[in-house]
């Protein structure tokens, strides 16, 4: 029996009715992360993704991920998001408590999210290395922010959050990085 991995991307919001993020997490459901661990000894059972995709709401994102993991018994978890404009993909380490005035995709502002002014991905910069991405400490002000601050607040599970150019990501080169972080993250030394 595969061990899980949660993949989470959004739908649609404002004046994106193809949101990347989730279009991935959709392809990606079911996939499995290859070990990449020559080493090990004896071998793993294999790691299955299950790509979840949520609204773009304040609200409902970081719940809704905490509670599929817990029902998938995750051993990871990675959330995408799209960042409109952007040229290359990358991972994000500190999701803050602070939101900004854009309504959600239920038309709700957003508000201080927690009474912690921030907090950071243990595991986004082994993530960025498997990824041979840039990292980067601003999720911005909108949901996905939200998610990955509320996220890191609710699991001690490798979490991290990777944003998206509009025109996405290659499957493939993000499985190959995340059998790659999983590994590594299991297997520290």
Same mark, same amino acid.
């Given at each position: 029996m595969a061990r899980k991995f949660l993949l989470t991307g959004f739908g649609p919001f404002l004046d994106v009715t193809d949101n990347p993020s989730g279009r991935l997490a959709a392809l990606l459901n079911g996939a499995l992360l290859e070990d990449v661990s020559e080493l090990r000894r004896p071998p793993r059972e294999p790691v299955q993704v299950c790509g979840k995709v949520l609204a773009v709401r304040y609200d409902t994102c970081a719940a809704e991920t905490l509670l599929a993991a817990k029902q998938i018994g995750?051993?990871?978890?990675?959330?995408?998001?799209?960042?409109?404009?952007?040229?290359?993909?990358?991972?994000?380490? /500190?999701?803050? =408590? !602070?939101?900004?005035?854009? +309504? &959600?995709? $239920?038309?709700?502002?957003?508000?201080? #999210?927690?009474?912690?002014?921030?907090?950071?991905?243990?595991?986004?910069?082994?993530?960025?290395?498997?990824?041979?991405?840039?990292?980067?400490?601003?999720?911005?002000?909108?949901?996905?922010?939200?998610?990955?601050?509320?996220?890191?607040?609710?699991? /001690?599970?490798? =979490? !991290?959050?990777?944003?998206? +150019? &509009?025109? $996405?990501?290659?499957?493939?080169?993000? #499985?190959?990085?995340?059998?790659t972080w999983i590994s590594g993250v299991e297997d520290p030394d």
């Open positions: 995750a051993v990871g978890i990675l959330g995408m998001g799209v960042a409109r404009g952007a040229t290359a993909p990358r991972v994000e380490r /500190t999701g803050r =408590a !602070a939101v900004g005035p854009t +309504p &959600d995709a $239920g038309g709700v502002i957003g508000s201080t #999210l927690g009474s912690v002014p921030e907090r950071r991905s243990a595991h986004a910069d082994a993530l960025a290395a498997a990824l041979g991405l840039r990292i980067s400490d601003d999720a911005g002000a909108y949901v996905c922010n939200a998610w990955l601050y509320g996220v890191l607040g609710g699991t /001690t599970l490798p =979490a !991290a959050f990777l944003h998206l +150019p &509009d025109q $996405g990501m290659d499957p493939d080169a993000l #499985l190959r990085g995340l059998a």
